[in-house]
């Protein structure tokens, strides 16, 4: 079954502690993105890839980090997590023909 | 880079009635219109795109115009039922910026039976 996978979908975590939350996709698309979803503020993007080892910064990137190493994988990473982190994330994947994007099934993030 | 307004926030109808849902772009380079929909506590799932050189893409009750004069697209859903009630997303790419999707602000659907 062609999907995006994230991992995990729930987490709650204190300020400081390093996370990564994992995102992998089984339909061999080059563009992969973050978004995070927060209430009245729709989907903001965080990061996202064009190919392996290409990355570009979204429009709410500080305070967050990614890789891709891998064309499946595309790894968030929060180096020292904030209340203000503190969201529903999104992972997602499309072809680059920039057709619609397949979402996971989200991260809901807690930082206490 | 590129802007996407999307309106109205919230919308009420009462079932069987038709929903229209706006939004506007501001890159002209922009090709690609996909609309999302979003139940509670799920993933956003594409329900219908449109892509620069069509006018107007129907599926069953959804319909999509685009007017790239205007930069504006619309989103029609006919004969609404309850379980249309949920979150609606547009959004809007362009090659020029790496057929990276920008969302509009969403619009929460309401039906009422």
């Known amino acids: 079954e062609a999907q995006v996978t994230q991992n995990p979908r729930y987490l709650i975590t204190v300020t400081g502690k390093k996370l990564t939350v994992t995102c992998s996709q089984n339909m061999n698309h080059e563009y992969m993105s973050w978004y995070r979803q927060d209430p009245g503020l729709g989907l903001r993007q965080i990061y996202y890839s064009m190919n392996v080892e290409v990355t570009d910064k979204g429009d709410v990137p500080e305070g967050y980090k990614v890789s891709r190493k891998e064309k499946r994988n595309f790894p968030l990473i929060l180096e020292s997590p904030s209340p203000n982190q503190t969201s529903l994330y999104f992972c997602?994947?499309?072809?680059?023909?920039?057709?619609?994007?397949?979402f996971g099934s989200g991260t809901r993030l807690t930082v206490v | 880079g590129e802007n996407v307004e999307q309106h109205p926030s919230t919308l009420s109808v009462q079932e069987g009635d038709s929903a229209v849902i706006k939004c506007t772009y501001s890159?002209?380079?922009?090709?690609?219109f996909p609309w999302y929909k979003q139940e509670l506590g799920k993933r956003p799932q594409l329900i219908i795109d449109?892509?620069?050189?069509?006018g107007e893409k129907k599926d069953q009750r959804i319909a999509v115009t685009l007017n790239k004069t205007a930069k504006h697209f619309s989103l029609h859903i006919t004969e609404t039922q309850p379980e249309d009630s949920a979150v609606y997303f547009c959004?809007?790419?362009?090659?020029?910026?790496?057929?990276?999707?920008?969302f509009g602000g969403g619009t929460r659907l309401m039906v009422k039976p």
């Open positions: 890159d002209s380079a922009s090709n690609y």
């Open positions: 959004a809007a790419s362009s090659e020029n910026a790496g057929n990276m999707l920008t």
């Open positions: 449109i892509r620069s050189n069509v």
């Open positions: 997602a994947s499309s072809s680059a023909r920039g057709n619609g994007y397949t």
